[in-house]
């Protein structure tokens, strides 16, 4: 198929339509501790996320097998997992770093949801904010992590993330999150998300459309008609 004489691309360009609803963003957290910083953070991103106008959902990662291919698949936490991602729009991810980079926890959610399942992308095209926190001082490594994963999902991943050093400090009794200028990023990370989902949600499946990947499937419908043939 010549790239010049590829109309499909142009009608993608022009089809859009208006979308009301709230944006509908997923919130994973990469700790299964009584008092996760991690999960604290992720709540506190949910409820500016909620306040901005969007709808929130978590997904508890208690209970998640570990990433074993198929022989887990029909999981119902994995299946629970893979419906949310499809459902988003946008996508928060807060991972604790350990041993200098993501849990295993985490790296166990992004795993249990595939870049495609037939010829659906539960992640393609959807916003993407990152987080970390630290016990000790500021590190980037984790949020370093989730962008190349975010990347290799193929989401949109927003310029702005959040990292909570000694994050033992940054939290109240009740799990909300101190004042402080840890919190105010994170409020910078969220209304960034929101931008993001707006301006693109609408747009999602062009952004990412390939020209390579149309080809394969011309080519493979071509192929099958000589067969039948």
């Known amino acids: 198929m010549n790239y010049l004489k590829d109309e499909e691309f142009k009608l ?16 994973l957290y990469g ?19 909620e306040y901005m106008g969007a709808e929130v959902k978590f997904f508890n990662p208690d209970g998640l097998p570990t990433f074993d291919n198929d022989r887990s698949v029909d999981h119902p936490k994995v299946q629970e997992l893979r419906d949310l991602s499809l459902w988003s729009e946008g996508q928060v991810w807060s991972s604790p770093e350990l041993h200098g980079n993501i849990s295993g926890l985490m790296k166990t959610q992004i795993d249990w949801i595939p870049l ?9 095209g959807r ?8 016990g000790g001082s500021q590190s980037f490594n984790a949020v370093n992590s989730l962008r ?9 991943t927003i310029p702005n993330q959040s990292s909570v050093a000694k994050a033992y400090q940054e939290f109240n009794e009740d799990g909300t999150m101190k004042e402080s200028a840890f ?17 693109t949600r609408e747009h999602a499946d062009f952004l990412v459309d390939r020209y390579s ?17």
């Open 31 to 49: 700790s299964l501790r009584e008092r996760s910083y991690s999960r604290l953070l992720a709540e506190e991103a949910g409820r500016i996320l």
């Open 183 to 199: 919190r105010n990023r994170v409020v910078d990370v969220m209304e960034e998300l929101m931008r993001f989902t707006y301006l």
């Open 213 to 229: 990947e149309r080809k394969e499937v011309q080519n493979k419908a071509i192929e099958a008609m000589n067969k039948a043939d």
């Open 148 to 156: 190349i994963l975010g990347r290799w999902m193929r989401m949109i």
């Open 12 to 27: 993608k360009a022009k089809n859009s339509k208006s979308i009301e609803h709230k944006p509908r963003i997923l919130i």
């Open 116 to 124: 495609s399942i037939g010829a659906v992308r539960p992640t393609q």
């Open 127 to 134: 916003t993407l904010a990152v987080m970390q926190v630290s």
